[in-house]
């Protein structure tokens, strides 16, 4: 809506305008304070390990370890952890006023008791165990300590006393006839001299006596006094003013606004140029600029002493409190809160206008800060909970929007405050508004997203939106108008624009745009970017979603609530911090700021950008973060606390060399960063060329640590700094003995020489074998040729061509020519079997049918037999030794049948049993027993006795046996059984 038609509107509304416009007035001048910043100090107390809450003296030794001086002993910090020293540990003093180091590495406790002690390489010295020491004994407490360019050290007390102690290690005192030394402060001027100031006079060293050096300026206190390290010049308070001593000259650089010199205690010149003052009573006076009245921190506190360490935190000794630490970051964060005149911490929205920082409270209502001074501004005059939700400010009409759950309000510079929520209906649930540049105002409501028509007057009434306005329902979470004019927005269903009347839905062709989308805005180059309730950051160009960005690329968090686009940088509001994502870089660089930062709080609410300075809303406050300012930080030194091998110390400054009973190694180190201690990473190797392993713990331990060369390195890296240069460990794992090269070698020639004895006497025993085998193959044919010719003995023979003769001479041709063809067939398989060592079943049984056969003609009725062989055993693929059988079917014929005055049987069966083949021969005949009686001839037993042979030459060479049993049946008869190996025999 154009501006003229604003004004046609606005003019009936001016008797409320001018009554807004007074009340608005009144308000603005009703409160104002003077601005101030809060600082976020630490504050380190006796519960997190500090010896006792009153601090005399602060102190950084060349190491980076923080000391601390207290009535009942000394503490040495690493940012994590406070370590005690007292007497019982080699103190002179509990109560200690004074910590100094020289450049030996020495670090001295000037104590109360007038005895001085120095902690040197991890070990206290004290009068009881140095000479040196011993003979610098004081009765007077020691106030300060001096190192000259000769390195002679003084040591000032609180009497008319001063102890140089010098290189090589002389003790001597000195004192002052007329102007006592007592509690004086000990410099040097540029040639040389040594000068002592206090409060009344100022005395230089002129041989060995100390005279008065003429000057007006004199400093309130020798506590009043410190020294400027990088040129080395004496900086004091006076009665008139700030004073510095250089090159012999006084110089006044400041009357100091606003110090009350009888309370200044102690002095520092920080790295920033600014100076601060610790008073007694009245905490800290804090001149950023020597020409402006100073900022007092820490009311009410007794400040002792005032230290900046190398990382530029500034440190305070109090009397009572402790100690208290300001991170380096506070140089570019500071922080607003009810301290400094706020009416509330709790912000939700911030907008600057018109060098106004104007800030929406929860309580509903406004703080403005203009010219330093605070403003209060009620627009909330019940006790409602009604937050403001959001301040925007419209360029094109000069005004402030003010908008909360139930009010939509335009502050105007002119027309004072205009209400546009008038409905009757109360619970709107305002999210959020957005006015194009033709001055459309487009509200996201709970019930929906409401557009004022151009035509007509900017207040609406939700009752009858659907009339007037443009609408479109569903809970709606925000709305935004680029600079094309079209108006986006987001709802429970997702993100779509609106423009030229038509309704663009993008969530339906991309899912992932369904999400919550909390906020919207526009880069430079038209690409839009969205804010999501836990998917991160959406980047969406010509209606595509081009890239998101999540924690995996740097986010704070993936709850995004707001975002502040400046300069193509987006600013992201979320719940764990603040984030920025600079969209003028390839890739996109994100940085996450937090608590850590120097943040106030990390539950931020909002954030508005200006220039160089970002101010972000809390609900502790306001932070004014200026990112320009932050420069690199240094990486931390990785310091090692002690290396210890199985469970004992050593040194880790020289190579080790360990025994492989040596392989348990504990390494404790720690990186000094005493403003993100938490946020220290290590990483680690144990050889040069292998990965880096990370870690954000304060000890290895390697166990069982195989032999080796190893080089460890240990490296850190802060919070925001790069990493920094390892420390190293070399140190040897020496094998044993028998893992040396030595003994391997002289092993391997012992094996080498057994193994060749081994192989020489293997292949002799192989050659003995095989002629043994070849010796025996030789017998065991023999034996086969013996046992054929056993088979065809001439009886046999003989009997069976005078059968054949007489069933010739009986014409009984046709049993002749049985008889004949049946020896034929004998004779025949007899040359067959003579040639093979192994025979099957299916051919021994063959063989034994046709002997018996042919006995079976010649004795007739005086002799029968049968043979039997069982339906598992297969005859043809299963073997057996040739002429195994036949002796001892032919012997139960010829000894057992035939000398039996009646007939006789013999059974042969053949039998598989588990793995083994049975085979047995029984006859009925007169026993063998009986037999050997009888026996006339060997003819027989020669036959028997050739098989036997030929099996235990056999079994010699098998692990499984044949076995041959032969015995007399109780009965009458002899049984022969047979067991012979399924294998390797029978395969």
């Not at 500034?314 to 991170?327: D, F, S």
Request: proline residues 3%; contains cysteine.
């Amino acid at each position: 809506m154009s501006d003229r038609t604003h004004m046609s509107h606005f003019s009936h509304l001016l008797k409320y305008a001018f009554r807004y416009l007074a009340a608005f007035i009144l308000l603005l001048t009703s409160f104002a304070t003077s601005r101030a910043e809060t600082l976020n100090f630490r504050n380190y107390s006796v519960k997190e390990g500090l010896a006792n809450s009153t601090v005399y003296s602060i102190f950084q030794d060349s190491k980076g370890f923080m000391w601390f001086a207290t009535e009942s002993g000394v503490n040495r910090f690493d940012g994590q952890k406070f370590e005690l020293f007292t007497m019982d540990n080699g103190l002179s003093d509990n109560e200690v006023l004074q910590i100094k180091e020289d450049s030996s590495g020495r670090i001295w406790f000037l104590t109360l008791n007038g005895k001085l002690s120095y902690y040197f390489n991890n070990h206290f010295y004290n009068p009881d165990n140095n000479p040196v020491l011993k003979k610098s004994i004081c009765p007077s407490s020691f106030f300060s300590f001096y190192e000259d360019s000769k390195h002679n050290l003084w040591f000032t007390t609180n009497q008319n006393r001063v102890l140089r102690i010098d290189a090589q290690d002389n003790v001597k005192f000195y004192t002052s006839t007329g102007n006592s030394l007592a509690g004086c402060y000990l410099s040097q001027t540029d040639e040389g001299k040594i000068i002592a100031m206090r409060k009344e006079y100022a005395l230089i060293l002129e041989g060995e006596r100390f005279s008065l050096l003429p000057t007006e300026h004199l400093p309130l206190s020798s506590k009043s006094i410190t020294q400027v390290p990088s040129d080395k010049s004496l900086l004091f308070l006076s009665g008139k003013g700030l004073v510095q001593y250089r090159h012999s000259q006084f110089l006044i650089l400041s009357s100091l606004k606003g110090i009350n010199n009888s309370v200044a205690w102690s002095l520092l010149s920080d790295s920033q140029n600014q100076l601060w003052v610790g008073t007694m009573g009245k905490g800290i006076l804090l001149y950023r600029s020597l020409s402006f009245a100073p900022e007092n921190h820490l009311r009410d506190i007794s400040i002792t002493h005032l230290f900046q360490d190398t990382q530029g935190n500034i440190w305070i000794a109090t009397i009572g409190n402790g100690v208290y630490m300001l991170p380096f970051y506070s140089r570019y964060v500071t922080h607003f809160t009810t301290q400094d005149g706020m009416s509330s911490n709790a912000v939700t929205s911030i907008v600057k206008v018109r060098g106004q920082l104007i800030l929406g409270l929860r309580s509903g209502n406004l703080d403005i800060v203009s010219q330093g001074k605070v403003t209060h501004k009620t627009l909330n005059n019940t006790n409602q909970y009604n937050p403001v939700k959001r301040l925007y400010y419209d360029k094109n009409r000069n005004s402030v929007w003010y908008t909360s759950d139930n009010s939509l309000i335009e502050m105007h510079p002119q027309y004072g405050n205009i209400n546009l929520l008038k409905g009757k209906d109360k619970a709107y649930a305002l999210k959020s508004i957005s006015i194009s540049k033709r001055g459309e105002l487009a509200v996201a409501l709970a019930s929906g997203v409401f557009v004022a028509d151009k035509s007509s007057s900017l207040t609406f009434n939700t009752l009858n939106n659907q009339k007037t306005q443009v609408y479109f329902p569903d809970r709606a979470f925000t709305v935004y108008y680029d600079a094309a004019g079209r108006l986006w927005f987001s709802n429970i269903q997702g993100l779509q624009y609106y423009a030229q009347g038509k309704v663009t839905k993008l969530y339906q062709s991309i899912p992932a745009l369904k999400q919550r989308i909390t906020d919207i805005a526009e880069l430079t180059d038209g690409r839009l970017v969205c804010t999501t309730y836990g998917f991160g950051v959406y980047v969406l160009k010509n209606n595509q979603l081009t890239n998101t960005i999540t924690t995996a690329n740097g986010l704070a968090s993936n709850i995004c609530k707001r975002i502040f686009v400046e300069n193509n940088k987006a600013w992201i509001v979320t719940g764990k911090g603040i984030s920025v994502i600079n969209f003028n870089r390839q890739p996109n660089e994100v940085d996450s700021y937090g608590t850590e930062n120097g943040l106030i709080s990390n539950e931020i609410n909002d954030v508005f950008a200006n220039q160089d300075t970002v101010y972000i809303a809390t609900n502790n406050g306001i932070s004014v973060f200026r990112p320009a300012l932050r420069l690199p930080g240094k990486p931390p030194v990785v310091y090692l606390k002690n290396v210890l091998v199985d469970k004992r110390p050593v040194k880790a400054d020289a190579y080790l060399h360990l025994s492989y009973t040596q392989n348990n190694i504990t390494v404790n180190y720690i990186a000094l960063d005493y403003s993100h201690p938490s946020h220290i990473l290590y990483g680690y190797k144990l050889n040069h060329d292998s990965r880096w392993f990370e870690t954000q713990g304060n000890t290895l331990e390697f166990g069982s640590v195989e032999p080796g060369k190893y080089l460890l390195e240990i490296r850190a890296k802060g919070l925001d700094t790069k990493w920094g240069a390892p420390v190293k460990i070399q140190f040897t794992v020496y094998p044993p003995f028998w893992k040396t090269w030595w003994f391997i070698l002289l092993s391997g020639l012992v094996f080498a020489t057994l193994l060749f004895f081994l192989i020489r006497y293997y292949f002799r025993t192989k050659q003995t074998e095989e002629k043994e085998k070849l010796i025996t193959k030789t017998r065991i044919i023999s034996l086969e040729q013996q046992a054929l010719q056993a088979m065809m003995n001439p009886h046999f023979i003989f009997n069976v061509m005078n059968s054949i003769q007489y069933f010739i001479n009986t014409k009984e041709n046709t049993m002749a020519n049985q008889v004949l063809t049946g020896f034929a067939r004998l004779i025949r398989k007899n040359l067959d079997i003579c040639n093979k060592s192994y025979i099957s079943v299916e051919e021994e049984v063959s063989y034994l049918a046709l002997y018996l056969s042919l006995e079976k003609m010649r004795f007739g009725e005086k002799m029968n037999y049968s043979i039997e062989v069982d339906k598992e055993i297969d005859n043809q693929q299963m073997f057996i030794p040739s002429m195994l059988l036949q002796p001892y079917v032919e012997n139960a014929i010829w000894h057992g049948i035939m000398p039996k005055d009646s007939p006789g049987t013999i059974k042969i069966s053949i039998r598989k049993r588990n793995d083994e083949l049975n085979i047995e021969i029984a006859d009925d005949g007169v026993g063998i027993e009986n037999s050997k009686k009888l026996k006339t001839g060997d003819h027989i037993s020669r036959g028997m006795r050739l098989t036997e042979q030929r099996v235990l030459l056999l079994n010699k060479f098998k692990r499984e046996q044949i076995k041959i049993d032969v015995s007399q049946v109780p009965s009458g008869g002899t049984k022969v059984q047979i067991c012979i190996p399924l294998k390797p025999f029978t395969n």
